[in-house]
Nanobody
């Protein structure tokens, strides 16, 4: 059974940087397309970024493009999200998600397309 554990969320000032991490256990990491979603209070869960199973192709929401960088270390079973130039609008719970897929160029942008989720890590950006 796949288990995802996120870490790295904290309270920061606007303009700061953070790196979130997610560890997968219970299955082979390279069988999964990985993604980050976020959910702000009173809003629906939204797509942030995804990376294919190899790690050579990525996809970003327009709101984070050019500020966030997704990456993965397949040897360590780790997923990362480097977040730069944070703003209060980035305040949310950030969730790691995994979908069993080895499609190199196909990305899944909706929460319902993922069946494995972490518990979330809180990111709060004060302005």
């Amino acid at each position: 059974q796949v288990r995802l554990i996120e870490s790295g969320g904290e309270l920061v000032q606007a303009g700061a940087t953070l790196r979130l991490s997610c560890t997968l256990s219970g299955d082979t990491f390279t069988m999964y397309t990985m993604a980050w979603f976020r959910q702000a209070p009173g809003k629906e869960r939204e797509f942030v970024s995804a990376i294919n199973y190899i790690g050579d192709r990525t996809n970003y929401a327009d709101s984070v493009k050019d500020r966030f960088v997704i990456s993965r270390d397949n040897a360590a079973y780790q997923l990362y999200l480097q977040m730069n130039s944070l703003s209060p609008e980035d305040t949310a719970i950030y969730y790691c998600a995994a979908r069993y897929s080895r499609l190199r160029g196909t990305f899944f942008l909706r929460p319902e397309e993922y069946n494995n989720w972490g518990q979330g890590t809180q990111v709060t950006v004060s302005g």
